[in-house]
């Protein structure tokens, strides 16, 4: 099963939507296997943003995303990676599909709600950045009975 790590940025935190967050990554049938409240700081923001740091909008994402304590999560789920990308909707909420998390939800660019890893790689190492072994937990899901066939419960 692939992981892949959500953020609930701090204006999830602030608009109080990260229950709505949550939500919408439940009843998709993810499984929740760790998560916490936590201050993201400029070290830990400039490795996992490393991609972004030589841009325009670095700065100010650095600083809004220390501007209050965000909400991490690790999520499980068959070929999960992609299809949390759909649910969450493209970076610009301006241009995200109605349904999706941004799309719904938010409007301006720098303030799109959540972080959704973006490949089964950086699944794996996002969520092993940001969480230690022990925080992460390992169960079986009732449900996946009535979620998956059995060749994708494997
Ligand atoms: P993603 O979150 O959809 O993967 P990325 O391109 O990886 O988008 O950018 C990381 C984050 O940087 C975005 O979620 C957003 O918070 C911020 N960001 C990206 N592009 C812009 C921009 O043009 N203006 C302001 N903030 C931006
Ligand atoms: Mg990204």
């Not at 602030?14 to 439940?26: M, N, T, Y």
């Not at 209050?68 to 301006?94: I, K, Q, Y």
Request: negative net charge; proline residues 2%; aromatic residues 8%.
């Amino acid at each position: 099963m692939e992981r892949t790590l959500i953020i609930a940025k701090p204006d999830a935190v602030q608009r109080g939507l990260v229950g709505e967050i949550i939500s919408r990554l439940e009843r998709k049938g993810l499984k929740l296997i760790g998560l916490k409240m936590s201050r993201l700081d400029e070290a830990m923001l400039k490795t996992h943003y490393a991609e972004h740091i030589e841009k325009s909008f670095y700065k100010g994402l650095e600083q809004f995303m220390q501007s209050s304590p965000v909400v991490l999560m690790a999520w499980e789920g068959f070929e999960c990676v992609d299809s949390v990308r759909t649910l969450v909707g493209v970076t610009n909420p301006r241009q995200a599909v109605a349904g999706s998390i941004r799309g719904d939800l938010a409007i301006g660019a720098g303030r799109n709600l959540i972080h959704a890893s973006d490949s089964k790689e950086s699944g794996i190492s996002e969520v092993d950045f940001f969480f230690d072994a022990k925080e992460l937990f390992d169960y079986e899901k009732s449900e996946y009975l009535n979620l998956y066939e059995d060749h994708e419960r494997q």
